[in-house]
């Protein structure tokens, strides 16, 4: 049964809970907006279990309004519109008396500290709220302690968890790295765990944007070890440069194509692997795969096929006949597929049109009709742009 609006007294009291159970579990890791009959799931589900468990009861006999459970909170859909106006609303009083008196107060409570504690439950409730988030940049830029921002990092964190896709969050996360960088330089384990936190949010939401421009963001901050494809290149350009430099660049440039494979696998479909493959595949063969490593050919030079060359576009040809295959379903990713591969590999065969005989003598000329056709029948202006590059 759907509820009116709560009283002024019964809003007040809910955010107060609310900010009880974010200040007495410093520790959540994740949040989510849940129905209120799932309630009754999660405390069967806690109840089976021995693990850390911060009760949050009824208040004054009504329902459930928070769950908390070995550090993840649930939040009661049926409060959230009230809840979260009552908290923009509290958020902007103190806002207010913080502009006109500054951080002096004669309790305990500062305006500076109301401010911080308001804005936190409102950004969980509203990630993109932007006042919210202006205000905390405006306080934490008097800030010069590190540990400020890295608990500042912890919240945009905790906010992702339910909003990953928020554009707000994820500036707030980058100006944070940048106040960072600038005041206290920045240590590469921040960096680490922005990138990880970045591919497990890209592990549930594969198609999410914004995450992903945020990880090339990081690029600048990032050491060789962290895969910088570029800056290996970099380093096979110094000359003197040691084996043990030029053989630990290859590794890690087969690894970055092994992992693409097996992203091109799983995630079927998806443009944006098939073009890095080019970049990966091209440059593998030009800086790694020729014979003589100090020597690589310039850009238009043929390519001389040796063994390893061989070997790799083999494993290319393979790749692509797997990708061909589609299977008698409706889903539209498997056509993609099939037409990304094509692509990818008519592209490589303008940059090495020696892989034109060994396509006819490994796939036979009927099959290579086929990933002709499939792309003339897709895009046919791209097919014509391919072959007369």
Known sequence: MKQGPCSEEDCFSLLKQFEHVLESDPLIDEVGFIHPSQFIMLDEEASSSNVYQNEVQPNNGTSRKFWNKDHKLGISTDILVQLCKYAKHV????????????????????????????????????????????????????????????????????????????????????????????????????????????????????????????????????????????????????????AYDKSEARKIWKEELDWNKELVERYVGREALWLHRRFLSLNWIMYFACNDSDVSPEPGESIIINEEIAIFIDNEIQLLESSMTVPDTKFEDFQAQALHAAVYMLWLTKKMPELWRMLEEKLGTEKVKCVMSTIALERPSLLHHLVNV
């Open 91 to 242: 958020f902007l009083l103190a806002l207010d008396e913080y502009k006109c008196h500054g951080n002096i107060s004669c309790s305990p409570c500062t305006p500076e500290s109301e401010v911080m504690k308001h804005s936190q439950a409102v950004l969980l409730l509203s990630s993109d709220f932007g006042t919210a988030w202006n205000a905390r940049k405006l306080i934490l830029s008097k800030k010069d302690q590190l540990s400020a921002f890295t608990e500042e990092l912890r919240l945009s964190g905790l906010i992702l968890s339910n909003s990953p896709k928020s554009e707000s969050t994820w500036s707030h996360r980058r100006w944070i790295i940048k106040m960072i960088s600038q005041r206290f330089s920045t240590p590469q384990e921040i960096i680490t765990k922005e990138s990880e936190l970045v591919e497990s949010i890209g592990e549930r939401s594969k198609m999410n944007y914004r995450a992903w421009y945020h990880r090339c963001w990081l690029v600048s901050y990032m050491e060789i070890e962290q895969r910088l494809m570029l800056k290996i290149l970099e380093s096979l350009y110094v000359k003197g440069g040691n």
